[in-house]
């Protein structure tokens, strides 16, 4: 089930895509036409949206029963989804549903294979989403990782303190900024991106919790949590890599014993899994329902 800020948002979708109407629909079609359909995938993945699919059904007033749920993996050319009802509400439907089952099996499908190729590196090792993701559609994005099994991480600046290299060019120093945000008391948990060795020590023993080790190559990673535990801060706090990692490097990123892998490459750079809705037939007042 989605919630009712999802189900506004679809409301939304729904009036930017039909605008004052589906002319060619109106025009073509006879008002009462029912009809069934099917929603197929035509490619290979891990689904997702399927819940959203069916909200953008139900604001149309099209009677819907999935036949894959989230989370399970699709093949070419299979029913995920059979529909019934009047074809102009299917018909203005079928663009935003596909859209989003599209986008979020993509992200899914991309979603799971960082995890299997991390995993063969470090099978304790999370796997999360960054904010690069679509304005507006960040809360689809990341619970799109979710069913394939990652983390989201943030979804929004508020959800805790995220120290970045330009907040340390205004804070000065590592520390400085550590002991600023533990004294604004608005976040129990302090994350500090960090790009070398020395400034990771400092994080640590100024008292962050988790230390982003952004951009740094895996040799320079271990070479850091070796450091963190010869000074015996290894174990106080979370080791976060992140910065061009996707599925060509993540097994290597993740074999270096850091805790957890974000990457924007599932949000921003991962292919939609195409999909199709095909009419199949023009209903008989005497057919059975769906």
Do not use: W
């Amino acid at each position: 089930m989605i919630d009712e800020k999802a189900r506004r948002k679809i409301r939304e979708m729904l009036a930017e895509d039909l605008g004052r109407g589906d002319i060619t629909s109106e025009a073509l079609i006879p008002k009462g036409t029912r009809v069934r359909a099917e929603v197929l995938s035509r490619q290979a993945g891990t689904l997702a949206g399927v819940a959203e699919a069916a909200a953008v059904f139900d604001e149309m007033g099209v009677q819907h029963r999935a036949l894959k749920s989230d989370g399970q993996e699709v093949g070419p050319d299979e029913v995920v989804m059979h529909l019934e009802g009047p074809a102009h509400g299917i018909l203005a439907a079928e663009r935003v549903a596909l859209n989003l089952l599209m986008r979020m099996s993509g992200i899914a499908t991309a979603t799971r294979e960082m995890l299997e190729r991390a995993r063969k590196g470090n099978p304790k090792v999370v796997v999360a989403a960054t904010r690069k993701t679509a304005p507006l559609l960040t809360n689809f994005d990341k619970r799109a990782v979710q069913i394939a099994g990652g983390d989201p991480h943030r979804y929004r600046l508020d959800d805790f303190i995220l120290i970045k290299d330009n907040h340390l060019k205004l804070c000065g120093s590592v520390a400085e900024a550590v002991r600023r945000a533990r004294e604004a008391g608005v976040s129990e948990k302090v994350e500090v991106e960090v790009s070398d060795l020395r400034n990771a020590l400092e994080a640590a023993k100024a008292g962050a919790d988790v230390i982003m080790l952004d951009n740094m190559k895996p040799s320079d990673v271990r070479e850091t949590i070796a450091a963190l535990r010869e000074a015996g801060l290894r174990d106080r706090v979370t080791v976060e890599v992140s910065g061009r990692i996707d599925l060509s490097n993540v097994e290597e990123y993740a074999s270096t014993g850091v805790d957890v892998i974000s990457s924007s490459y599932m949000t921003l750079k991962a292919p939609a899994l195409d999909m199709s809705l095909e009419i199949r037939e023009l209903l008989n007042p005497r057919k059975e329902a769906l």
